[in-house]
Antibody
Framework: QVQLQESGPGLVKPSQTLSLTCTVSSASISSRGHFWSWIRQRPGKGLEWIGN???????SYNPSLKRRLTMSVDTSKNQFSMKLTSVTAADTAVYYCARDLSYSDSTGGGSYYDFWGQGTLVTVSS | EIVMTQSPATLSLSLGERATLSCRASQSISSNYLSWYQQKPGQAPRLLMFDASTRATGTPARFSGSGSGTDFTLTISSLQPEDFAVYYCHQEYNLPWTFGQGTKVEIK
């Protein structure tokens, strides 16, 4: 069973940088067709896609966060990470990492999140 | 950006009743890129359906998905106690990927 585990500080001060790492177990982060994603959920709200990264280092970011966001991957540690700069209270959320399985077939292909981490609450407060 | 609109926001039903959840995309998407997730309080979302109508491993047969283009539906044929949760639709057809705002299925 593939497992993902988020780690990082639970409290970040306003204007500082939020840094999170996702450690992947029982699967190789270098597997083709798997994109490694970050999704967040503000308190009492819905899900927001933050961005994803491929093992090659290729990234896609949500335009709403792109100016402040950097993602990276460490294949030797089977981990991927995100950094969000200049945080405000609006960045307080549960942050999830997830595996985005992308496939190609005769119908053209598709994609979906098949495994998720348990989530980690990050609070932005002084 | 493709906006995913789910309705209703809340569905109040009794055990054994049929639940019909709607998801509408602001532009046409391939059904291969439409998935549904179930989220219970304090838990991470769980994949329920992918390709709009394919049940994920472990998803009971009482769940079914349908739709194409802009209109998609998740149906629970007979609600069981463990089905009371929030359900999200999600598209990965066009960047940025987006989720619907969720439909909460609660016990009446």
């Amino acid at each position: 069973q593939v497992q993902l585990q988020e780690s990082g500080p639970g409290l970040v001060k306003p204007s500082q940088t939020l840094s999170l790492t996702c450690t992947v177990s029982s699967a190789s982060i270098s597997s083709r067709g798997h994109f490694w994603s970050w999704i967040r959920q503000r308190p009492g709200k819905g899900l927001e896609w933050i961005g994803n990264i491929y093992y090659t280092g290729s990234t896609s970011y949500n335009p709403s966060l792109k100016r402040r966001l950097t993602m990276s991957v460490d294949t030797s540690k089977n981990q991927f990470s995100m950094k969000l700069t200049s945080v405000t209270a609006a960045d307080t959320a549960v942050y999830y990492c997830a595996r985005d399985l992308s496939y190609s077939d005769s119908t053209g292909g598709g994609s979906y999140y098949d495994f998720w981490g348990q989530g980690t609450l990050v609070t932005v407060s002084s | 950006e493709i906006v995913m609109t789910q309705s209703p926001a809340t569905l109040s039903l009794s055990l054994g009743e049929r639940a019909t959840l709607s998801c509408r995309a602001s532009q046409s998407i391939s059904s291969n890129y439409l998935s549904w997730y179930q989220q219970k309080p304090g838990q991470a979302p769980r994949l329920l359906m992918f390709d709009a109508s394919t049940r994920a491993t472990g998803t009971p047969a009482r769940f079914s998905g349908s739709g194409s283009g802009t209109d998609f539906t998740l149906t629970i044929s007979s609600l069981q106690p463990e089905d009371f949760a929030v359900y999200y639709c999600h598209q990965e057809y066009n960047l940025p990927w987006t989720f619907g705002q969720g439909t909460k299925v609660e016990i009446k």
